[in-house]
């Protein structure tokens, strides 16, 4: 059974600073990994979606990596602001067709003005 | 991308009367999801609905509490049916964008649901 870690739960940063999330997932046999963020009470955007014959995905000040045969990914935010202050969470899914996606535990994230 | 939309926004219930929330999307989709979220967790699937098919549900969620719509390929129902608190959520709508490309997930805005 696929579990998905996120660590750590919350962190607060100062505006500007660079940043990095952290997503690990117990089975490597993934089709895709999947950012996501969540503002307070409201639905998930999505941020970045990898392959997994994938590296890295960009866009904008984020970046994305995938190292599946550690099952692992992080997440990097270059020049933080207090805009970018949300739930981010990531979702593993196993095969192509018509697995589900299963979600990290999240990382709430505080940038401070 | 697809852009979904979700009725009603929020809602506060009595015990034991239900809930229907819409879900709808701009454009043709095979697969729907729901999940479910409830405070301070993160998201669990109730059910993939596929549009001329019975839905599919996830162990723990039943057709009798969780009954499902798809009458088309861009709508779907779900209802919450003989609510009690622990039902409190957000409920959200998710599609996946198909044919060949990168199967993306999108989610709707979540409908906030408080039982009373």
């Known amino acids: 059974k696929q579990e998905v870690t996120q660590i750590p739960a919350a962190l607060s940063v100062p505006e500007g600073e660079n940043l990095v999330l952290n997503c690990s997932f117990t089975?490597?046999?993934?089709?895709?990994l999947q950012w996501f963020r969540q503002d307070p009470g409201k639905g998930l955007t999505s941020l970045l979606l990898?392959?997994?014959?994938?590296r890295e995905q960009t866009s904008g000040r984020l970046n994305a990596s995938l190292d599946k045969s550690s099952g692992r990914s992080t997440l990097y935010i270059a020049a933080s602001q207090p805009g970018d202050s949300a739930t981010y969470l990531c979702?593993?899914?196993?095969?192509?067709?018509?697995?589900?996606?299963?979600f990290g535990t999240g990382t709430r994230l505080t940038i401070i003005p | 991308s697809a852009v979904i939309s979700q009725k009603p926004s929020r809602d506060i219930c009595q015990r034991g009367t239900s809930l229907t929330i819409q879900c709808q999307v701009d454009?043709?989709?095979?697969?729907m999801f729901w999940y479910r979220q409830q405070p301070g967790q993160s998201l669990t699937l109730i059910a993939t609905?596929?549009?001329?098919?019975?839905?599919?549900?996830e162990s723990g969620f039943v057709i009798d509490k969780f009954p499902i719509s798809r009458p088309n390929l861009t709508f779907s129902t779900l209802t919450v049916s003989n609510m009690s608190p622990e039902d409190s959520s957000i409920y959200l709508c998710?599609?996946?964008?198909?044919?060949?490309?990168?199967?993306?997930?999108?989610f709707g805005p979540g409908t906030r649901l408080t039982v009373l």
């Open positions: 089975d490597s046999a993934i089709y895709n």
């Open positions: 990898i392959q997994s014959s994938q």
């Open positions: 609905a596929n549009q001329g098919s019975e839905a599919t549900y």
């Open positions: 454009s043709q989709v095979t697969m």
């Open positions: 998710s599609v996946r964008s198909g044919g060949a490309g990168d199967n993306e997930q999108f």
């Open positions: 979702a593993v899914r196993r095969v192509f067709g018509n697995e589900k996606l299963t």
